[in-house]
């Protein structure tokens, strides 16, 4: 295949990221209506106390078992992709890959097995049914990582579609099926959310296709470049999610306000959490750009992206503020002094968060792992000094998540820059 041809099917391949989130946006649809119903649903169905812990889990799920795994199967893309442009197979590292997420599930289920009890204790309310519904999450998302990251990999935007779909189909149905039951047991609707990821991980396996064997990877690069992801992610999505739950463990005198914040905090990061899962179809388009060497067109996929992130976070900003009171007045009554000014600062700092998603696919495309996680330690060090400072506890949760994304946003920017320099 020529230069000419390859530039042709990487600038193809870069303008399908907008034609990619029309693919999937059915699945995306799913997911997201599955966060609100989970979130409103169980506010009417368990006490304030109650759905501050749900909230807290549904969080950690978000940084403990999307988050961690997301390492895997975004390796996973990258080098599928970097293989079909270079027209090399990659059956074998895929399969490396696999036996990784395996050896990192049962590292994760022996860490929970020992944090069992403080951490549901401290987080849970002594409630150990919201670990189990973790443990079980993560297991999902182990095996989600395979199917994911190689129908990402090879542009499989319906099957890719399908792992969305049924991730919220999955969290969506157990729930659903608990509240027409009437039931108000807040350890079953944690497990029936821990299962979601699970189902549909096993659903869509019978799909997928290793591919040819070939592309092996030494065993030190490509633990590494994992342990480099994994440990990104963890601080990212740990900035990014971990602000209720710290706010949960301070507010222990004012469990219904600490649980108002947690819904408010959600409702204005759902596009962000949409967001973040279409980063696994951006990351192959910009990895083409960068294995044919073309930073111009690799900057361009990121000028669109930013683009998109501004006109959707606009959307969101106005959104938030608009409704959102609205929202949450007719869920929990007393909104406990959540006003306008909080959830737009939420839903700004979200836009942020999205800015952070397309920043980091560009670095990864450039190989930059170590960048990455060095952003997300600033992040993180800025995010947890807010919580120093003389602020009551929601105050110092909404500014701990607009600074510390700002900051981000400007590290990774400024590395980018470096790096895609002509």
């Not at 192959?284 to 669109?304: E, N, W």
Request: glycine letters at 12%; aromatic letters at 8%; hydrophobic letters at 55%.
């Amino acid at each position: 295949m020529s230069q000419a041809q390859l530039t042709d099917e990487t600038a193809v391949s870069v303008q399908s990221v907008a034609r990619g989130a029309s693919s999937i946006v059915v699945g995306l649809a799913v997911l997201g209506a599955a966060g609100y119903a989970f979130l409103t649903i169980t506010a009417k169905m368990v006490t304030p106390a109650e759905y501050a812990t749900l909230a807290s889990l549904y969080l950690l799920i978000v940084v403990f078992g999307a988050g961690l795994f997301a390492s895997v199967d975004l390796e996973i893309s990258r080098l599928v992709s970097r293989g079909l442009a270079q027209g090399q197979p990659t059956g074998t590292a895929v399969r490396q890959l696999r036996l990784i997420a395996a050896g990192l599930l049962v590292t994760v289920l022996a860490v929970l097995g020992v944090a069992a009890d403080p951490l549901s204790r401290r987080v849970f309310d002594s409630n150990h049914w919201m670990v189990v519904g973790l443990a079980a999450a993560c297991a999902g998302y182990a095996v989600m990582s395979l199917p994911r990251g190689t129908f990402a990999g090879r542009s499989e935007l319906r099957r890719y579609a399908a792992t969305i779909g049924g991730e919220g189909l999955g969290r969506l149905l157990p729930c659903l099926g608990l509240a027409v039951a009437g039931v108000h047991l807040a350890s079953a609707y944690g497990i029936g959310v821990g299962i979601g990821p699970l189902l549909a991980a096993v659903a869509c396996l019978p799909w997928v296709r290793l591919g040819p064997a070939g592309g092996q990877v030494a065993w030190r690069g490509l633990l590494a470049a994992v342990g480099w992801l994994a440990a990104s992610n963890l601080l990212s999505l740990g900035m990014a999610n971990l602000g209720p739950v710290v706010v949960k463990t301070l507010l222990t005198d004012d469990p219904g306000r600490a649980g108002v914040f947690a819904f408010a905090f959600v409702l204005a990061r759902i596009p962000q959490f949409l967001f973040t899962s279409a980063q696994t179809v951006l990351l192959p388009a910009l990895s083409r750009a960068a294995a044919t060497g073309d930073h111009r067109l690799l900057r361009k996929g990121v000028r669109q992206s930013a683009y998109l992130v501004s006109g959707l976070g606009a959307l969101g900003v106005l959104g938030t503020a608009a409704l959102g009171g609205f929202v949450l007045r007719m869920i929990f009554g007393d909104p406990h002094g959540i006003g306008t000014l909080d959830l737009a600062l939420l839903a700004l700092s979200a836009v942020f968060g999205m800015a952070v998603a397309v920043l980091q696919s560009a670095l990864l495309a450039l190989a930059r792992h170590r960048a990455v996680t060095a952003a997300y330690a600033v992040g993180m060090v800025s995010f947890l000094a807010c919580f120093l400072l003389p602020l009551e506890p929601v105050a110092a949760g909404l500014t701990a998540q607009l600074v510390s994304a700002v900051v981000t946003v400007g590290f990774m920017y400024a590395v980018f820059r470096r790096a895609a320099a002509d």
